[in-house]
């Protein structure tokens, strides 16, 4: 037990679990609940269901215990379609280095 204090050690044992811990595992039962109704239900509007189940929780907390939790939205954006591949040089010179990057101007 060494590294902690007594009264820490002790005031643990009485309540292992914390106060957060408790609401944050009802908050992600509520959020499933809500999800399973509707999984097109992405974090911003669980997050505006559950004052109806009577948890009053901030966006960013649920988009926090969303992601961790694994609760997705069907529906997602999908990001970087339209963007260039960059192509990078993968030839080595024979001492088993990468040729340095040549710079150019622009105009």
């Given at each position: 037990?060494?590294?902690?204090?007594?009264?820490?050690?002790?005031?643990?044992?009485?309540?292992?679990?914390t106060e957060r811990d408790w609401v944050d595992a009802h908050l992600v039962n509520a959020a499933l609940?809500?999800?399973?109704?509707?999984?097109?239900?992405?974090?911003?509007?669980?997050?505006?269901?559950?004052?109806?189940?009577?948890?009053?929780?901030?966006?960013?907390?649920?988009?926090?215990?969303?992601?961790?939790?694994?609760?997705?939205?069907?529906?997602?954006?999908?990001?970087?379609?339209?963007?260039?591949?960059?192509?990078?040089?993968?030839?080595?010179?024979?001492?088993?280095?990468?040729?340095?990057?040549?710079?150019?101007?622009?105009?």
């Open positions: 037990m060494s590294g902690f204090s007594k009264q820490g050690y002790y005031r643990w044992r009485a309540s292992p679990v609940d809500i999800h399973a109704d509707d999984p097109a239900f992405g974090y911003r509007f669980i997050a505006d269901e559950l004052p109806e189940k009577g948890i009053m929780a901030g966006e960013n907390r649920v988009q926090r215990l969303c992601r961790d939790h694994g609760i997705w939205s069907v529906y997602s954006k999908k990001r970087g379609l339209n963007r260039k591949p960059v192509h990078r040089s993968t030839t080595t010179w024979s001492n088993g280095t990468s040729p340095p990057l040549r710079r150019t101007s622009c105009g």
